[in-house]
């Protein structure tokens, strides 16, 4: 599986944790990962897995610097699709030294482009730019 492709799960798992508890996150994404059309090698989604709950424990610091370079915006008046791209696209641009930052902020507005609203992709991009 494509690292863009991996992301897009990420994204989607880190998503749906606005909606769920932590003792359904679990349960919620075995659902998920049953669900796909393909099946996933047994690594992508330990990948995926991992990183997504990564980004969850970390999303309380995430928003912290998200708060801290957003005019205008807190992280609890934005729409939770851009707040779920948003903490993916900051994680790896401060936890995850794999993913150099102009992929993390290119993958962030190609999501939003799939994902978000008209203005999304600006959005993102701007925040991105002044956090990087």
């Not at 998200?66 to 729409?79: A, D, F, P």
């Amino acid at each position: 599986m494509k690292r863009t492709e991996m992301r897009e799960h990420i994204f989607r798992m880190v998503f749906s944790y606005e909606f769920n508890s932590d003792q359904e996150m679990p349960q919620q994404m075995q659902l998920y990962f049953e669900q796909l059309d393909q099946e996933p090698k047994e690594e992508d989604i330990a990948y995926i897995r991992d990183k997504a709950l990564n980004i969850i424990l970390k999303s309380e610091e995430i928003d912290e610097m998200l708060n801290e370079h957003v005019t205008g915006w807190k992280t609890s008046r934005m729409n939770k699709v851009d707040l779920s791209i948003l903490r993916l696209a900051v994680y790896e641009m401060k936890y995850d030294e794999d993913v150099p930052v102009g992929v993390a902020i290119n993958e962030a507005v190609e999501l939003a482009k799939k994902y978000s609203g008209d203005e999304g992709p600006a959005f993102i991009n701007g925040v991105l730019a002044r956090l990087s």
